[in-house]
């Protein structure tokens, strides 16, 4: 039986709802020639499943060799008014769904897995875009659940619950990887770069991640800022980075003796107790040419067994409303 082949032809088309059903007894070939334009405002709903089988390009990456990034399962481009209900999204090559230049964004009820230690299989990732709202998602993945790049403006979280396997968003469950949930992320990688700014993630739960809540930057001169940020209401329990500022992003080894150029400030930390699994809880590693500013830390309460957890922080201007044991050397 041969391949059957799904042909586009030279020439913009634009499309409706499409539905695909099954079962498929043998491979489709997709060939795209043209253009598909889609409607500027659309709902894309349902219970079905977006298989990315990604486990033999893991299997190569974790092997050394040589292979391709690999593929995002589901990406949405310079559009309008979108709401995306009822997905699930599992075993992407890579990101499972990104949201890039887009205004108007509502994301509930979507689902996304992938085993513990597949790489680079972030979540959500969200940029270029504002009014974004993500809301009753179930998230399973090797990376950050939901990163936040370049040009967000205007993201909003509340109510969710995080542990070694689960978090609950709103009324439903993310289910998380090892890696950490919110990520904003990393920055500055190219000089000029639109910046992040306005983010509310406050009601939340961490259990056993490797990081809560961070902001990283690349070690590398940048015209962008991070500004407005607020995390608060949140327990961490047994979280190996609970608070952490990272201007020394360089994984690639491409930065030696350089600073980040990306200026961070106004970004509150409000209600934030529980327990750490290292003793420097709070780490805040800004940049030495543009220091972090206005962070301002308010009910802060982290354990490292049992004792008072500890505080780092280097070219940082934080300050406190009221007394908090854990961070009395950063004010």
């Known amino acids: 039986m041969q391949p059957a082949t799904i042909y586009v032809p030279a020439g913009k088309f634009a499309i409706g709802q499409m539905t695909f059903i099954g079962p498929c007894y043998n491979k489709v070939n997709v060939m795209l020639i043209g253009t598909l334009v889609a409607p500027s405002d659309y709902t ?7 298989d990315g089988q990604g486990t033999s390009l893991w299997a190569w990456k974790a092997s050394g060799k040589s292979c ?15 709401v995306v209900s009822g997905l699930t999204s599992i075993n992407s090559q890579m990101f499972h769904i990104v949201i890039n230049a887009y205004n108007n ?33 179930d998230i399973q993945i090797g990376d950050d659940c939901i990163s936040i790049s370049h ?37 500055g990688q190219n000089q000029h770069e639109p910046s992040v700014q306005n983010m509310i993630v406050k009601s939340a739960n961490f259990t056993k ?43 690639s080894g491409g930065c030696p003796y350089q600073a ?37 830390m308010e009910s802060i309460m982290l354990t490292c067994e049992n004792q008072v957890a500890k505080a780092s922080c280097n070219h940082a201007s934080v300050t406190s409303s009221d007394s908090i044991q854990l961070v009395i050397n950063c004010l």
């Not at 391709?68 to 979108?82: K, R, V």
């Not at 420097?280 to 030495?288: F, P």
């Open 44 to 50: 894309v709903s349902g219970n079905g499943i977006l």
């Open 68 to 82: 391709p990034l690999g593929a995002t399962t589901l990406e949405f481009t310079n559009s309008n008014n979108i």
């Open 105 to 137: 964004v509502n994301m509930q009820g979507v689902k996304v897995n992938a085993v513990r230690n597949s790489p680079n299989t972030n979540g959500i990732h969200v940029e270029l875009s504002s009014n974004v709202t993500i809301l009753n998602s």
């Open 151 to 187: 040009g967000t403006t205007n993201l909003w979280i509340e109510n969710y619950y995080v542990t070694i396997t689960t978090i609950l968003y709103g009324d439903a469950k993310l289910v998380m990887g090892s890696i950490g949930w919110c990520n904003i992320g990393s920055l």
């Open 209 to 251: 991640t490797q990081n809560g809540v961070r902001i990283k930057s690349w070690a590398r001169p940048s015209n962008e800022f991070a500004r407005n940020v607020i995390f608060q209401h949140v327990n961490m329990m047994n979280v190996h980075n609970p608070i952490i500022i990272d201007q020394n992003y360089c994984p």
């Open 260 to 296: 980040s150029g990306v200026k961070i400030s106004n970004v509150t930390y409000q209600d934030i107790h529980g327990t750490s699994t290292t003793e420097v809880a709070v780490n805040l590693n800004c940049s030495s040419r543009n220091p972090c500013s206005i962070i301002t």
